[in-house]
C-alpha cells in the first residue's frame, strides 16, 4: 500500500512555470513506477508523463514533450513533473499514480495508487 499526496498547484499566466510534486508514504518507493495525468472538465483523464523506478526510462504525451520533465528522489519518496510554457489547455486536475513495475506506464488502468489531485489553471 502506497499513499499519494500532489501539491505545487495553481494560478499561472501562459508562458508561466510550475513544479508539481509528489509525495508518496507507505511501502518502499523505488518499487514504483509513478504517472502524472491530467483530467480537464468535461474530459476524461488522460496521461501526461511517466517515470521507471530508478528514474532511468521517461516518456511524455506529445502535447507536452520539450515543455515538461518528470523526474523523480528516491531518497525522498517523491515526484516531480516541472511544466515549462504553459498554455491554457494544460488547465486540468492534475493527478500522480503509482505501480510496482520496472518500465513506465502510461494507460491510467495500469496503476494501483491515486493521489488526490492539485489543480493548475493557466489563463491567457
Known amino acids: 500500500q502506497v499513499q499519494l499526496v500532489e501539491s505545487g498547484g495553481g494560478l499561472v499566466q501562459a508562458g508561466g512555470s510550475l513544479r508539481l510534486s509528489c509525495a508518496a508514504s507507505g511501502r518502499s518507493f523505488s518499487n514504483y513506477a509513478m504517472g502524472w495525468f491530467r483530467q480537464a472538465p468535461g474530459r476524461e483523464r488522460e496521461f501526461v508523463a511517466a517515470?521507471?523506478?530508478?528514474?532511468?526510462?521517461?516518456g511524455y504525451t506529445d502535447s507536452v514533450k520539450g515543455r515538461f520533465t518528470i523526474s523523480r528522489d528516491n531518497a525522498k519518496n517523491t515526484v516531480y513533473l516541472q511544466m515549462n510554457n504553459l498554455k491554457p489547455e494544460d488547465t486540468a486536475v492534475y493527478y500522480c499514480?503509482?505501480?510496482?513495475?520496472?518500465?513506465?506506464?502510461?494507460?491510467?488502468?495500469?496503476?494501483?495508487?491515486w493521489g488526490q489531485g492539485t489543480q493548475v489553471t493557466v489563463s491567457s
Open positions: 499514480a503509482a505501480r510496482e513495475g520496472s518500465g513506465y506506464y502510461t494507460r491510467s488502468a495500469l496503476y494501483d495508487y
Open positions: 517515470i521507471s523506478r530508478s528514474g532511468g526510462a521517461t
